[in-house]
């Protein structure tokens, strides 16, 4: 089985593959182009990537609320 077909068998990765063209077509659409490395030092994508983990971190925690909350 090819790469592609086993991702598209596998729930879990057809929808991580669906939520990255989702996310390349948002880009492309607000920025005209797809991610460039040139684009940033290492240092601003460290720091872009350090900003997109606390939003995470933001959402896992209401996450994590709603759970408990669930569970009183």
Avoid: C, S
């Amino acid at each position: 089985m090819k790469i592609e077909e086993q991702i598209l068998a596998n729930p879990i990765l057809r929808e991580v593959h669906d939520l990255l063209d989702n996310q390349t077509a948002k880009g492309l659409a607000k920025y005209g182009t797809t991610v460039n490395p040139m684009d940033y030092t290492t240092i601003e994508w460290l720091k872009h990537f350090r900003e997109e983990m606390i939003d995470g971190a933001v959402y896992a925690t209401v996450v994590i609320q709603k759970l408990e909350e669930m569970q009183k």
